[in-house]
């Protein structure tokens, strides 16, 4: 049985602390929208573990069955994305991982990834709070640079990770 994707928000409550036109619109905006519905890939790695892997300029001409078997293994047996589109993000590689990590576009001429953690966005949608909210106590972050580089000090803790880099965790 598949069921509506919904949270419980308040938009007449939200509507009622703004007199911001473009908040007042998206909140009329967001509350007539038809729900999403679960479907068959709902739920199917419940009780897995998740590996999540960005890599940038990544080609699948390094993914060997002998080399690297795992990654084969995940390329061959895993969801193929086909048809996408990857724009040229203005500012950093934080761009696309920021995109990748929050499912949103960064703002151009920023760090949004570094904004969003200094200013504590509540980030739910980010897979480390996700798990978080389901009762996952362990949700973790490497990053094989400098623990600060892009300040992902600062973002990684914010969209719930237990975040370690060189300097804090991981070693050359």
């Not at 002998?66 to 590689?93: A, C, D, H, R």
């Not at 990053?143 to 914010?158: D, E, F, G, M």
């Amino acid at each position: 049985k598949y069921v509506p994707n919904v949270m419980d928000i308040d938009f007449d409550a939200l509507s009622s602390k703004t007199s911001n036109k473009t908040l007042l619109a998206m909140n009329d905006y967001f509350s007539t929208r038809e729900p999403t519905y679960t479907n068959e890939y709902t739920g199917m790695y419940k009780g897995y573990n998740l590996i999540y892997v960005t890599a940038e300029g990544f080609s699948p001409y390094c993914i060997d069955p002998v080399l690297t078997p795992t990654l084969y293994k995940m390329q061959q047996e895993g969801f193929k994305f086909n048809n996408f589109y990857t724009p040229i993000w203005g500012v950093s590689t934080s761009d696309g991982e920021y995109t990748v990590c929050t499912g949103l576009l960064p703002k151009a001429g920023v760090w949004s990834f570094f904004r969003s953690g200094e200013n504590k966005n509540y980030m739910p949608f980010c897979l480390g709070n996700m798990f978080r909210s389901i009762g996952v106590n362990e949700t973790r972050a490497y990053h094989n640079h400098t623990h600060s580089y892009y300040k992902r000090h600062i973002s990684h803790p914010n969209m719930g990770y237990d975040y370690k880099g060189m300097g804090t965790g991981v070693e050359k």
